[in-house]
């Protein structure tokens, strides 16, 4: 059981790291406590976005009044369930996913992995060994709040939300951060009557405040009670509902109970106190080319520098580029691009007004409402959000684009932060007429 590199954890960029140095001729282990592809194609990224494909065209249905004539919806989660076991997760079986990484030229070691020293790893007590290294990808878990009570209750992980068959009479979702949100939304849209809890003032703490109050007005708007500033107290489940008993202010009582309070990685359990790396951090610190240690890379969630899956993937390919002596630039993360697939969506990337601020940059900011941008005016229902810019030394630092596609509308945004494009040459373009991302020059010419 010798190899020259052990891959811990197959997720997005594990697998993609595993396969790729298979490919390229070393001797490649792969070892996996669940599922090969890991959180984003089983329990995230994509059967939570069929799941918002789905809720989103419900809500478009109910929009057509008004606009192009008559509309009835009538939601059945029946198949939403369907597509997701089918289209998305094959049932939660992963053998299409072995087979690929398999077929590679990868080993596949089922089970829990431990580092036990340089370059071994322990898998259900056998011992692997690499030549050249091991790379960590082993992603996060969901964060479970020491709230008196909640652990002996049947609470809903990421997991069980989007595994279930059918939509709950009613939910409590406790942290209103991107699944809090993006499930939140989704549920509310299939007839669940949904209470999100945030423990800080706001939804979508980590955003501009001003996505946070649109996402407030537009949950509101639908029907979902906001609970922010909400310190959760007690948590109980009397066998049928749940009640979340909440600092100043009313308890809260539904069928089901959401956790969504961020994630989290066991690094002792992990076993990398065995190369010197420190068991209690959070995350695994790299350098440019993510090495954490000698002999030893970290990727992914696991490296906290922003969990989703295409930084997993970016770091993946620097990693592999990096144990091939292939030609490679250093991570960077001064314009990471994110978006939080609520309707409207939330896409944003670098800085925020308040970091620039904090960081000691002289700060320029502008916001033009897409409600006021011709194609917005034209698009009437759910035409919800903003362009907020934030420059600084003549180039934007970060930027917010909300809106009906704001993820999309996002992209140009992220190549003039990442590119550096001076803010001078960004007014000398043509934006097409009539576009969303009009609105960016609208925001431009404001600063
Ligand atoms: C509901 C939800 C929605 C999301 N939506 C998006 C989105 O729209 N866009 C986006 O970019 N990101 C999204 N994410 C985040 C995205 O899923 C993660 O950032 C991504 O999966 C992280 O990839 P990773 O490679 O770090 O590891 P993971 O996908 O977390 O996989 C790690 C793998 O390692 C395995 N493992 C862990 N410990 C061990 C061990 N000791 N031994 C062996 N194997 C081990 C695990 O079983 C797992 O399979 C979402 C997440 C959730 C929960
Ligand atoms: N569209 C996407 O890219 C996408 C979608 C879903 C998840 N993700 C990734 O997965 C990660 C995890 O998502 P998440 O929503 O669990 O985490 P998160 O960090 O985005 O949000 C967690 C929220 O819970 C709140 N919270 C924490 N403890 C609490 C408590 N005791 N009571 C009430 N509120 C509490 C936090 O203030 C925060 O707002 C995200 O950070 C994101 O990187 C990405």
Redesign the pocket.
Known sequence: MEFDIIV???????EDAAGRLAEAGLQVAA??????????PY???IP??MMIRAADLLTEGRRVPGLAGDSTVSPDWAQVAERIRKEATDGWNDQVAADRLTGKGARLVR????ITGPGEVT?DGQVLRARRGIVV????QPAVPPIEGLRETPYWT?HHA?ETEKAPESLIVLGGG??GA??GQVFSRFGTAVTVVEGTNRLLPLEEPEASALITEVFEAEGIQVRTGARARRVSHDGSAFTLEVEDGPAVRAERLLVATG?RSDLR??GVGAVGLDESARSIETDGRMRAAEGVWA????TGKG??????MYQADIVVRDILGEPVHDAEYHAVP??T?TDPEIGSVGLSEAQAREQGLEVRTALTRIPDSTRGWIHRAGNEGFVKLVAADGVLAGATSAGPVGGEVLSMLTLAVHARIPVRRLREMIYAYPTFHRAVEAALKEL
Request: proline share 2%.
């Open positions: 811990l954890g197959t997720g997005p960029g594990g070892v996996e406590a669940a599922l090969v592809g890991g959180e984003c329990w995230g990224c939570s976005k089970g829990a992995a431990k898998v990808a082993t992603g996060s990421n989007i991107a699944i993006e499930l994630r359990a992990l990727l992914g969630d696991v969990a989703f899956t295409h930084m997993s994110r978006v697939f």
